[in-house]
């Protein structure tokens, strides 16, 4: 057989390329908070924003002092509580 073209050179090629995400792989973006590397980390500014618009509405009071996977985790039980945005599968 010789060299591949046309459309299955290109497959070939993508199966091979590292900047194209393999759909089999598992996904940091389902990892549990708890898993994270960096969730002892203090939250991020968009959290705290996001934060405190979610504690304004359940009016409940912002902690400051969440880390990065408390804040997340935080942030889905207010959404439940508001009914705003997307809810992590469980």
Known sequence: MGEQTGLCAV???MSTNPKIPDPEAPSNVEKPPEEWVTGDEP???PQRSYL???CQEAGEELDETLTKAQASLRIDELQRK???GATRAQ
């Open 11 to 13: 497959v070939a090629r």
């Open 43 to 45: 939250m991020t500014g």
């Open 82 to 84: 508001t009914g705003r």
């Open 52 to 54: 405190q618009t979610l």
